[in-house]
């Protein structure tokens, strides 16, 4: 399942063998399945059979997560938008461009959030004026210029 279309579902009830497979990728996602085997006490053919489980049934992902700033791309930020008509299919538009890494459907002051990765604020600038705002739908937008990532992790473990 793409993260991007994920909607409210049932918690998936993993074993403390499935929990545990995942703190060990959370903690390295590089580690070998006969490493993670000896820590939960499984061979490595089980483990690959359990995280292409965990893969496919859309719990978890392993990706190289990437410093953007080290990539070039100098300019975050998020973007709150505020909109008229259906916000689903906005949210659609929004996620289909390719320096918009996260959107999320919100109540509140904002309809959706957008965050937005771009290697400057020219690119910034093109992004919102010419193909966000000229979206149907889009009324007004307020963007939160990212000066300072002070921590982001996905470490959460599990229940």
């Known amino acids: ?10 918690p998936v009830q993993l074993d403390d063998v499935s929990k545990a497979i ?15 085997g000896k820590a939960v006490g499984l061979s490595e053919a089980a483990v690959r059979q359990r995280v292409q489980r965990l893969t496919e049934a859309g719990v978890m992902q392993i990706v190289a997560v990437t410093d953007p700033m080290q990539l070039g791309f ?7 938008v505020r909109a008229a008509g259906d916000t689903r299919r906005l949210a659609e538009e929004l996620a289909e461009i390719p320096e918009i890494d996260y959107v999320v459907l919100t109540a509140g002051s904002f ?3 957008a965050e937005v ?12 004026n010419e193909r966000i705002r000229a979206l149907d739908g889009v009324q007004t937008t307020e963007t939160f210029v990212y000066l300072k990532l002070q921590k982001q992790f996905y470490n959460w473990g599990t229940r």
């Open 74 to 80: 100098t300019r975050q930020a998020m973007i709150g």
């Open 22 to 36: 995942i703190e060990q990728l959370q903690a390295d996602g590089r580690r070998s399945y006969a490493d993670i």
């Open 111 to 113: 309809d959706v959030l």
């Open 1 to 10: 399942m793409a993260p991007h279309s994920r909607s409210l579902q049932r």
């Open 117 to 128: 990765v771009c290697e400057d604020d020219d690119q910034l600038l093109e992004l919102l």
